[in-house]
């Protein structure tokens, strides 16, 4: 049971990047999941969430209007598509699952079980 985190890539400021979430071995059925991202000298931070069966999704202040988390439940990938990118994005973008309907509401991630490799998102002219 493993996600597979990919997309990242080097873009200029306002550009756009589309991340992708995949699972490997398990359907994404009654889970909810995750994006964070950690800076170089910062701390992880909650980026979005999904539920996939419900569809309901969050996302942290500074990137509402610019990101948008979807999910492809026949395929179990969740997207993050990012848009308007700012230097400010740069991190390494972590995606984590968990089974049930709470973890949306954890910006820590200790409670999401699955996680990611990660993929690093450089925005930078």
């Known amino acids: 049971v493993q996600l597979q985190a990919s997309g990242g890539g080097l873009v200029q400021p306002g550009g756009s990047l589309t991340l992708s979430c995949a699972s490997s071995?398990?359907?994404?059925?009654?889970?909810?999941i995750g994006w964070f991202r950690q800076a170089p000298g910062k701390e992880r931070e909650a980026v979005s969430c999904?539920?996939?069966?419900?569809?309901?999704?969050t996302y942290q202040d500074s990137v509402k209007g610019r990101f948008t988390i979807s999910s492809d439940r026949e395929k179990n990938v969740v997207f993050l598509q990012m848009n308007s990118l700012e230097p400010e994005d740069t991190a390494t973008y972590y995606c984590?699952?968990?089974?049930?309907?709470?973890?949306?509401?954890?910006?820590?991630?200790?409670?999401?079980?699955?996680w990611g490799q990660g993929t690093l998102v450089t925005v930078s002219s």
């Open positions: 071995g398990f359907s994404f059925e009654n889970y909810e």
């Open positions: 984590a699952g968990g089974f049930g309907k709470w973890y949306c509401g954890d910006t820590t991630g200790q409670l999401f079980g699955i």
């Open positions: 999904i539920s996939v069966s419900g569809g309901t999704t």
